[in-house]
């Protein structure tokens, strides 16, 4: 199905809930406006909503939290999701991932994202508030070895914090056979103050230039416009994240959103316009026309 700006609508991407084992400072919670009482989806709304996505043609579902590792029926829901989906993945902080990356793997999860953004475990707890880079290390090379390719390394570039950390965490990925994706802050997320973007904003204009002099092949991703640089030494893909302020990526958006209270959210960087599946799913009912009325509501937020 296509959007009113002839956009085809293909990935489902569905926050599970707002709990997380972590307590990053940065944390945006998908766009969703944060709740005293945490909510999350359950596997037979999951499921709905999943069958009622591919049923109007999208073939990819992706889910996160919060962290949705710590959701107690992540096995089930991604074994419900492999059933409908050519395409099956998940971003997480990593945490609990060794211990679940078989599992899932077997039951039908298809590549993970998993957000590390500096290898100083010092630094690591300055920025999640928890000891537990090693667990996110061991994830990383467990899924690996399981098969959950291809893993995809996230780093938030921060300064004062881990822009002196690139080549060590290109050095990892290299190690563990992953990509390395290196986001650019924004302040045009919910949650995001002016004041918390000018402290920790890094532009990627001088990491871009350094990659440029070092790789030896370069690509442009259609979606969003993603530089993608390939070393020789080491041996890694970096992939650039400049999303916002970037009308190439609303143009090739192909992705329709839901938050962990059941809305459907056609627009990652507005909440004015949420439409919500939440009673018709508590009585098991047709969610299809919220779907096309959600669809119908997409506009790009960043234009020519």
Known sequence: MKDPYGREITNLRVSLTQECNLDCFYCHNEGEEESQYKTRLRSEEVKQLVRTASDLGMNKVKYS?????????????????????????????????????????????????????????????????????????????????????????????????NEGSIDQMMGFAADTGSILQVIEMTSSRE????????????????????????????????MHARKKYFLKSPEVEVELVRTMHNSTFCQNCTRLRVTSKGELKPCLLRTDNHVSTKEILKRNGNVKDKFIKAIEEREPYWCE
Do not use: C, W
């Open 65 to 161: 939290g919060g962290e949705p590792l710590v959701h107690p029926e992540i096995v089930e829901i991604i074994s419900i999701s492999s059933e409908l989906m050519d395409d099956v993945s998940l971003t997480t902080n990593g945490v609990l991932l060794s211990e679940k990356a078989e599992e899932l793997s077997e039951t039908g999860l298809d590549r993970v994202n998993v957000s590390l953004d500096v290898m100083d475990p010092e630094t690591y707890e300055k920025i999640t508030g928890m000891a537990n880079v090693e667990k996110v290390k061991r994830g990383i090379e467990k899924a690996n070895q399981v098969g959950l390719h291809p893993v995809k390394i996230n780093m938030l570039l921060m300064k004062g914090l």
């Open 191 to 222: 949650g995001i103050s002016d004041d918390f973007y000018k402290r920790f904003h890094v532009s990627l204009d001088e990491l871009a230039s350094k990659l440029e002099k070092r790789a030896v092949r370069t690509e442009t991703r259609n």
